[in-house]
T-cell receptor, first 113, second 109 residues
Framework: EAQVTQNPRYLITVTGKKLTVTCSQN?????MSWYRQDPGLGLRQIYY???????DKGDVPEGYKVSRKEKRNFPLILESPSPNQTSLYFC????????????FGPGTRLLVL | QKEVEQNSGPLSVPEGAIASLNCTYS??????FFWYRQYSGKSPELIMF????GDKEDGRFTAQLNKASQYVSLLIRDSQPSDSATYLC?????????FGPGTRLSVLP
């Protein structure tokens, strides 16, 4: 089954404790992206990647890191999480040349205390 | 001014009516425009995208784009209770996507 998976789906952590949210897709897609969704603000793009070893900042990259060492994986790293990073996070992927047809993962709900 | 604006709603329409959802954007460099539907607790799913001025129809859905007015709309004909969801407007500039806050639609049986 074609899908985008995220782990964990739910996470409660404390300020300053490094964490990684994994994203994996099995569709051989080149484009991958991370978003956060907050009430009243909609989805905001954090980082995106056009292909392996190619990443770029979205609109809200501060406090986040990403890497794209393999085509299928695009982990989101919070080196020192803060309470303002409490949010619902979505990973998405799409094929090259069809970037508009993004497939979204199920979401990861993060609470930073 | 936010780059993509939508009325947050809720927008309530009776079953069988036409629901009209509106979106404005500020960046004239935006290249393509999208409507996503998001059910509560679920991830967004693409309904339609449009690149050119005018209308684009897909089943009960019609997207309308007016670049001069920087305005995108989505019409849902014969609205069903299953259409009750939040509708997200998004624009693409370069490889970057910018979403609006979403409009909550409620279709009343």
């Amino acid at each position: 089954e074609a899908q985008v998976t995220q782990n964990p789906r739910y996470l409660i952590t404390v300020t300053g404790k490094k964490l990684t949210v994994t994203c994996s897709q099995n569709m051989n897609h080149e484009y991958m992206s991370w978003y956060r969704q907050d009430p009243g603000l909609g989805l905001r793009q954090i980082y995106y990647s056009m292909n392996v070893e190619v990443t770029d900042k979205g609109d809200v990259p501060e406090g986040y890191k990403v890497s794209r060492k393999e085509k299928r994986n695009f982990p989101l790293i919070l080196e020192s999480p803060s309470p303002n990073q409490t949010s619902l996070y979505f990973c998405a992927s799409s094929p090259y040349g069809r970037v508009e047809t993004q497939y979204f993962g199920p979401g990861t709900r993060l609470l930073v205390l | 001014q936010k780059e993509v604006e939508q009325n947050s709603g809720p927008l309530s329409v009776p079953e069988g009516a036409i629901a009209s959802l509106n979106c404005t954007y500020s960046d004239r460099g935006s290249q393509s425009f999208f409507w996503y539907r998001q059910y509560s607790g679920k991830s967004p799913e693409l309904i339609m995208f449009i690149y050119s001025n005018g209308d684009k129809e897909d089943g009960r859905f019609t997207a309308q784009l007016n670049k001069a007015s920087q305005y995108v709309s989505l019409l849902i004909r014969d609205s069903q209770p299953s259409d009750s969801a939040t509708y997200l407007c998004a624009v693409k500039r370069g490889q970057n996507f910018v979403f609006g806050p979403g409009t909550r639609l409620s279709v009343l049986p």
